[in-house]
């Protein structure tokens, strides 16, 4: 995972939220990834996050959270557009496909807006 997280240019991170917070796969997952102190694979990439809730804050809390660990982890998150897909179950079909015209939008602009974040900061594989 750590040798994935290496050679990507830039990191996505779509979640759910659980209890207020970050599901504990994914923050474990990030954990894991960032160890041994002085090793993280995860320092210095450009980030940008999405989620989509049943509910209606749209795991914006979720969002914050992680937004703090990158603070620690030194990673570039792209701060906008926020995709927080409240009401989830309205904006999919039953075969699971996005329908919703708006939410579309707003996730093209947010990967556009990473392509561009990554290319402005020269991240580069490492
Ligand atoms: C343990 C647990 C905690 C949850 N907590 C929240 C929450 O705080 N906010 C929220 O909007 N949805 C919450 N949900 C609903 C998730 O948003 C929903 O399950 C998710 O969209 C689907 O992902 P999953 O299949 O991984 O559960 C929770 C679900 C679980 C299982």
Redesign the pocket.
Known sequence: MKRRVRDAHAILMVT?????SV?GVLKNAIDWASRPYGDSAWAGKPVAIMG????T?G?A?AQYHLRQSFVFLNMFPVNQPEVMIGN?AERFDSAGNLKDETTKKLISQLLTNLVEWTRRIGAAPR
């Open positions: 759910p939220e659980y209890n207020y599901p989509a809730s049943i509910g804050i795991t809390r989830a």
